[in-house]
């Protein structure tokens, strides 16, 4: 048996009929830019994130800087983030010619930590990035304070959270702003790059349609110098579909996430992921830990299991992020799990055989390296 990490061809199987039929729409009425589908789809993730205004864009790196320039984010500035984020998270601030300060996250959840957010505050500071990872919320709450106190505003990346509730409150709508990415593999993929910044303010919603479409707040009117990012027609179509079935597939990857718990609890060797009080989490990933996960993961691999790694090396000892000076031991949580941490399949459509084979494979894998270490 081979499990693949992601099945997205399961999912296009459910929504083909209802997307060719979108797409002739779109090629028969030649509404290829904006239009219909990606006014509906726009309005359709605002009620989905709790949020009165959405502005789809062209991919999540994109909508995260929109965001933060929104935010009042500027060249000099700082912007504290994690350091086991995805560096998109640090691009984003970096092509605004700000500064991504890092700090460290909870050794439990693997979410920013709001304590260290504190020391890391300076009069620099320009926004505070909490990201919600694996499909779980960041305790946004507990930095609200902090941020309404020092004036800094809070701009979630919720590009692994839609669906996601804190308290019975949506990602995406816990900040002053939030970006999201609808890149395929994403609990709402499209069929290419996408991505959306949800708001409850007119403006920062305003200003970010507007840098969107080169600074135009209309045809050949440009007040600011602006970026050419729009949501493309056939992605609103094909997201419009997944977004009616979004509900559901959260929940089937929420009884997979329990389902693997039951097979994996008694199993030596393995931390499993757990979820914070409060949090109704979406399982975009299922990340375990175990010793020697490199070659654990070459055994599955070797089992038919695609098993992956999110994100095997923290922002800090990237190659792109070395002139931030931060050595190994600067985040030590963030840089303990990066070596021990595997994403094991999980998929709206996954089969309790399939999490079975997956479960069996790496009782064997790990059993496997026990073996090796008493020799």
Known sequence: MRVPLVDLGAQQREIDAEVRAGLDAVFATTSFIGGADVARFEQEYAVETGVTHCVGVANGTDALELALRAAGVTVGGEV???????????????????????????????????????EAVTSRTQAIVPVHLFGQVAPVERLTGLAAAAGIPIVEDAAQ??????????AGSLGLVAATSFYPGKNLGAAGDAGAVTTNDEGIARTVRMMAAHGS???YVHDIIGLNSRLDTIQAVVLRAKLRRLAGWNENRRKAAERYRELLTQLPGVTLP????????VWHLYVVQVDHRDTVIESLAAAGVGAGIHYPTVVHL???????GRARGSFPVAEAAADRILSLPLFPHITPEQQEHVASALAAALATEQSALRC
């Open 80 to 118: 504290i983030l994690p350091a086991n984020t995805f560096i998109a998270t640090a691009e984003a601030v970096s092509r605004i010619g700000a500064t991504p300060v890092l700090v460290d996250v909870d050794p439990e959840y693997l979410l920013i930590e709001p304590d260290l957010v504190g």
């Open 161 to 170: 959270s839609q669906g996601a509730l804190r308290h019975d409150r949506p």
């Open 217 to 219: 707040p209309s045809k």
């Open 274 to 281: 757990a979820s914070a009080p409060g949090n109704l989490d």
């Open 318 to 324: 990237t190659g792109a992020y070395a002139h931030l």
